[in-house]
């Protein structure tokens, strides 16, 4: 296996075994989710334990991460089933940049969100009407100090100043608030997604979505004006 020891170690932590148990483990989760590459079955083990595998001390190559994204894009956009009593479920299937997410799901959308935001190379704008401070915590930290950062925000919760002028004084980031904003859009470099509800709640108690915009320029152009006519607040 191409992946460091440490993350091994890490993986065997936190689900209580050894070295000989996780490589079984490896095998059975490579044959479940029908993946030749042992080393994208341990790096799904441990995302499935909350191990950021992006984190430089694990060392684990470009090239994996890059497999187990496209294995993730497969397999979890894949497909939707709504049961109709008395009757076979009805299936649906999804493109590959529409994804549903049903209550409680709210793990699988902070992993596909902290998945896009890491692949940033220069800007973020994110339009969430009414965000609380985990919009930081939770995802925003994880792109690189010297990507651009905007926000567009409407009426925001908690802690969320205090912590996004925190946040700006180590990010390039510039935060505004408007009461026209009442959608929620993410835009990464040149791609755009929408997400059906508040991310701060999203798959919480009821399902949502989160749809890759095929052609994102006119939704950029609106938010673009809305943020340039808007009220600062860091």
């Not at 029908?34 to 909350?50: W, Y």
């Not at 994996?64 to 049961?83: R, S």
Request: proline share 6%; net charge positive.
């Amino acid at each position: 296996m191409a992946l460091s020891a440490e993350l091994r170690e890490a993986v065997c932590k936190k689900y209580g075994i050894r070295s000989r148990q996780l490589r079984n483990k490896i095998t059975k989760k490579g044959v479940e989710e029908r993946i030749p590459d042992r080393d994208v079955a341990l790096l799904l083990l441990a995302q499935e334990k909350g191990i950021d595998t992006y984190k430089p001390r694990f060392k684990v190559p470009e090239e994996k991460l890059k497999k187990l994204e496209q294995h993730l894009a497969t397999t979890k956009a894949g497909v939707v089933h709504a049961v109709v009593p008395q009757k076979k479920p009805v299936v649906t299937k999804l493109r590959k940049a529409e994804k549903i997410y049903t209550p409680g799901e709210q793990y699988d959308l902070w992993k596909d969100l902290r998945l896009i935001l890491r692949r940033v190379k220069q800007q973020v704008f994110v339009v969430e009407p009414h965000p609380n401070e985990e919009i930081f915590t939770l995802y925003l930290d994880s792109v690189p100090t010297d990507v651009k950062i905007r926000i567009l925000v409407n009426k925001p919760h908690g802690r969320f100043v205090e912590v996004a002028k925190k946040f700006a004084r180590k990010y390039s980031a510039e935060v505004r608030r408007s009461p026209d904003v009442h959608d929620r859009h993410i835009f990464v470099d040149n791609r755009a997604w929408v997400i059906g509800s508040s991310i701060k709640d999203a798959a919480t108690k009821k399902p949502t979505y989160m749809i890759e915009l095929l052609n994102k320029d006119p939704f950029l152009r609106l938010y673009e004006s809305i943020f340039s006519k808007s009220t600062a607040l860091v």
